[in-house]
């Protein structure tokens, strides 16, 4: 079986440095081929029954074993696999991450000087009735009518304009494949007005496929007035999403900042490779009981296996960017 296991290893390299659908489907199949031919060995030389015992005792053992790491890091979800590149260069697409669990959302905050904004019930719930209204991010525009946009720009370009957008709009002409009418989606300065949380942005810098670009990217938002800066010295944590949010599953994004609602914390997060913090591209900012923990080390490629299981062996966007933060402060 050797030589399996080595071309095993072959292809779980190639995938994490190209992510090519095709090789994760190869690995995938690989993968059940080993798993086949292993228990078939097994049960040629032990017999079926013995073999059964043989796998009910390891999915005890490791039952037992999920079980313990979860009452050890209070957290029904010990470990994650990362499946994006949102969190590069800090973490990568593939990485295994382990999470301590939350008990007290304000000490945890305090302790890691995550800045606390309070505001009213009613100014919190309003922005939840309102929320297409925080789906704002800022974008270049090179044509007089707006609609051809980008985040990357050419450095010291003087041509382009910056502009706020609709997310959600963009989104729905991005599925029909009509850019040609992102200019519906074009704001007014003024559309931030009477909202909770308002956005302001800067030109940064960002590698795409080796090659450096500036980067329309927020670079600062303000709660209810309190302006807050993006720190790469917050913790991240890991949310679940709900089925309000655009993106689905688990997410691992840094803690920028927390609303604090009578009695009630609600996370604004924001991947370390992304231009903007998560509400700002459709997804609620987290409520204390939906954040399964933050992140205690990581541990590069293990998590591949779960995603090639898992079936999430397609070209992920943004992989073949970093953005160029200063992770100094």
Not at 13 to 19: E, G, K, T
Not at 33 to 40: M, P
Not at 296 to 318: D, E, R, T, W
């Amino acid at each position: 079986m050797w030589p399996l296991y080595l071309a095993l290893f072959v292809l779980l390299a190639l995938y994490a440095l190209h992510n090519s659908a095709i090789i994760g489907a190869a690995t995938l199949v690989l993968i059940v081929a080993i798993l086949v031919l292993e228990a078939r060995t097994s049960i040629s030389k032990e017999g079926g029954i013995k073999s059964l015992i043989d796998v009910a005792i390891a999915l005890l053992f490791a039952a037992a074993l999920w079980f313990a790491f979860t009452v050890a890091l209070a957290t029904p979800v010990p470990f994650d696999a990362i499946a994006s590149c949102s969190m590069q260069p800090v973490l990568h697409r593939g990485d295994i991450v382990v999470l301590q669990g939350v008990r007290n959302m304000s000490s945890f905050l305090k302790a890691s000087h995550v800045p606390i904004v309070n505001v009213s019930n009613a100014s919190f719930s309003y922005m939840l009735s309102h929320m297409s209204r925080e789906f704002v991010a800022f974008y270049a525009y090179s044509d007089a009518n707006k609609s051809t946009i980008s985040n990357f720009i050419p450095l010291n370009a003087s041509r382009y304009s910056v502009g706020l957008y609709s997310t959600t709009c963009l989104s729905y002409y991005s599925s029909l494949g009509q850019s040609y009418n992102y200019y519906r989606c074009y704001l007014s300065n003024s559309s931030q007005q009477g909202n909770l949380i308002r956005y302001d942005y800067s030109i940064g810098r960002v590698m795409v496929n080796g090659k450096e670009y500036g980067m329309v990217e927020t670079s600062s938002i303000f709660i209810n007035g309190t302006k807050i800066i993006d720190n790469y010295s917050n913790p991240i944590i890991v949310y679940r999403t709900t089925p309000n949010d655009t993106f689905s599953g688990d997410i691992i994004h840094r803690a920028v900042a927390a609303i604090h609602a009578e009695g009630n914390y609600y996370i604004i997060t924001w991947g370390d490779n992304n231009p903007g913090p998560d509400i700002q591209f459709g997804n609620y900012p987290p409520d204390q009981k939906q954040v399964l923990g933050h992140v205690l080390l990581n541990v590069p490629y293990l998590g591949y296996f779960k995603l090639i299981l898992s079936g999430q062996i397609g070209a992920v966007a943004g992989c073949n960017q970093v953005i160029l933060h200063n992770y100094s402060s």
